[in-house]
């Protein structure tokens, strides 16, 4: 069974989405600012390596609802090639895409998790979403997270590590680039 790995980009100060999340700003107001590393016309190499290897890896994704219905209309597609896991308290079909299917689960995250492991096989399942991290983090079904820091302060918007319990973690990947520091953590457990 692979990992259980949280992956997000953040800011200096914390923050992995600017304010006001919506349709009109899904990554909040100046949050695209986080993800500019994976959508430049020239990348780093060492960007590339790591955004390779992650994608590699996944074998399933939980989302939560907000990220699925903020990020749906830029993302036109399943966001990694696997199978993705939505949890949601509103149940509706199964909504196919061109690379995989989104399925919805209204029965909690341990739910949602079986789900995705029983898919994903030797591979990782990634968890997407502040609010849906701080779930798995607080229930203790994380394995790992990946944050690609950059050099920005946004001042404000959406915490991921916010009212959490102390968690102790232990650096195993460092990574830097110009534009971003790839850290990767194992949660000890």
Known sequence: MGAVV????????????????????P??????????????????PRDKEVLAATTASVGAVVVGRRT?????????????PAPTFVLTHRTRDRLVMSSATFTFVADGIEAALTAAQNVAG?????????RTGR???????????????????????????????PIELTRTQVIASDTVTHLRFRVVK
């Open 135 to 165: 779930q798995f983090l607080r229930a203790g079904l994380l394995d790992e997270l990946l944050i690609n820091l950059v050099p920005v302060v946004l001042g404000s918007g959406i915490r991921l590590l916010d009212d959490l319990a």
């Open 68 to 80: 699925f219905d903020v990020g749906l209309p830029h993302w036109q597609d399943t966001p990694y």
């Open 6 to 25: 949280l992956h997000k980009s953040m800011s200096l100060d914390g923050f992995v989405a600017g304010p006001d999340v919506g349709a009109e700003h």
């Open 122 to 130: 030797d591979k990782d399942v990634i968890v997407m979403g502040a």
């Open 27 to 44: 990554m909040g107001r100046g949050g695209t600012r986080l993800h500019e590393w994976m959508f430049t016309d020239r990348p780093d």
